[in-house]
């Protein structure tokens, strides 16, 4: 089967001792996060797959950090709950596929509460998912084809 690719992807880049109960904790959420058709809607449209294939996993990466560092790490992130756009960066789609958009988002799916600062470590599990997602869906994308994200006037919750 074809398709190691994205494993590969996911573990140069985040590769740490308990990597593999990490990424087990990783796909089984993903899993989960299949049951909702909210959070499936989203796929990477072509634009967002020729900037992946542009800027390379690791820049990529340091863009995922410094979002996740900027609006959702504080313990009262500005704008929570609206601070993830719906387009303009892969990582925001990842984001809203992952409910890793906002702090609620974040508690419910991930289990991480609201109103404390997250820490290094579970910024990096932020990161990871994200990465992990991306790496799957590129790898999706080019056996199914390109969908785009939803419109926001169609997805107004993020529940
Ligand atoms: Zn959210």
Known sequence: MKGTDHLERGQRLFY??????RMDRIDEVLTRLQDSAFRRKFRLGAKERVYLDAKGDALIAAHAYDFIARRLAPAMP??????????GHPVFIAQHATGTCCRSCLAKW??????????????AYVVAVIARWLGLRAADD??????????????????
């Not at 080019?142 to 529940?159: D, I, R």
């Open 142 to 159: 080019n056996q199914h084809g390109n969908g785009s994200a939803p419109s926001p006037e169609q997805t107004p919750f993020h529940f």
């Open 78 to 87: 500005p704008n929570d709950g609206k601070q993830t756009p719906w387009r």
């Open 16 to 21: 740490t001792e308990g990597m593999t109960e």
């Open 110 to 123: 991930h289990g991480l509460d609201k109103g404390r600062a997250l820490s290094a470590a579970e910024q």
